[in-house]
């Protein structure tokens, strides 16, 4: 698994901030120039909730795996 960057916000951090951008975005006060800027910061957001959800999608899969396997064990037809 790739290691986040230093920088990098959390799910729910870049998540309330790509909400607080597109409000922002909606509200057609910024200039070309601030909205690129704001697009391409919540391109960047989009793509770090992308990779945290796909992470954890990961993480159900495996443990999920793990949950179905540990439980198919052979039944002792003797019993």
Not at 4 to 20: G, H, Y
Not at 53 to 76: C, F, M, Y
């Amino acid at each position: 698994m790739p290691k986040k960057e230093q920088n990098a916000p959390s799910f729910e951090e870049a998540l309330t901030e790509l909400e607080t951008l597109a409000e922002t975005l909606e509200q057609g006060d910024l200039s070309l120039e601030e909205s690129l800027k704001s697009f391409e910061r919540g391109v960047e957001l989009t793509r770090t909730c992308q990779q945290a959800l796909k992470e954890a999608e990961q993480k159900i899969q495996v443990l999920s795996d793990r949950r179905v396997s540990a439980g198919l064990e052979p039944l002792d037809s003797d019993s």
